[in-house]
């Protein structure tokens, strides 16, 4: 199917494991961002990617480790969740920047305990 | 002073009412806004885009950027209870400059 899919779309994991959000999206899309969304603290950006191998730190990044060895796949790492990270996740994508805004994933509802 | 401030609300109107939601910003360089409907538990999608100043139009909705205020806008006419969502405005410079997002206001559309 064409778009941008995250995996898992809930997820309930113990503090301290690691945990990996997964985001694919079939439009070969140069950029790709993982937000997380709080009451209160609207989108935050986590990391963000413009390219294949090439990563860098949104407002928030302490905690999580991003990849990006194929332009598709934009996997998000919690090396040991802590209850904080508690959130739901958003991947999106784009084309050109940001001149026609990202399209957004479904989300994934991660709770830690 | 954060770069994009949007009210929360949330906001209640009856069905049919005309809704306004606003955005102010700081960054003079912002030339590209956005308005995106988020419904509960999915992913925020993109409803409105305009470039620079102006009105845009689409069917029910009316997009406004009064750059010299500072200023977007997003008006809903006779409003349906489908329209209750949370609505986030969202602006950038363009180009690789990130977009900066509203954190939001929540609408709810009462029948």
């Known amino acids: 199917d064409a778009g941008i899919t995250q995996s898992p779309r809930y997820k309930i994991t113990e503090t301290g494991r690691q945990v990996t959000l997964m985001c694919h999206q079939t439009?070969?899309?140069?950029?790709m961002f993982w937000y997380r969304q709080d009451l209160g603290h609207g989108l935050r950006l986590i990391y963000y990617s413009a390219a294949a191998d090439i990563t860098d730190k949104g407002e928030v990044p302490d905690g999580y480790v991003v990849s990006r060895s194929k332009t598709e796949n934009f996997p998000l790492t919690l090396e040991s969740a802590t209850r904080s990270q508690t959130s739901v996740y958003f991947c999106?994508?784009?084309?050109?920047?940001?001149?026609?805004?990202?399209?957004f994933g479904s989300g994934t509802r991660l709770t830690v305990v | 002073q954060k770069e994009v401030e949007q009210d929360p609300g949330p906001l209640s109107v009856p069905e049919g009412a005309i809704v306004s939601l606003n955005c102010t910003y700081s960054n003079s360089a912002f030339q590209y806004f956005m308005w995106y409907r988020q419904y509960s538990r999915k992913g925020p999608e993109l409803l409105m885009y305009?470039?620079?100043?102006g009105n845009k139009e689409d069917g029910r909705f009316t997009a406004q950027v009064d750059k010299s205020s500072k200023y977007i806008s997003l008006f809903i006419r006779d409003s349906q209870p489908s329209d209750s969502a949370t609505y986030l405005c969202a602006m950038s410079e363009g180009g690789s400059e990130k977009l900066v997002f509203g954190k939001g206001t929540k609408l709810t559309v009462n029948p």
């Open positions: 305009t470039y620079s100043s």
């Open positions: 439009w070969s899309h140069s950029y």
């Open positions: 999106a994508s784009s084309a050109t920047g940001s001149d026609y805004g990202y399209t």
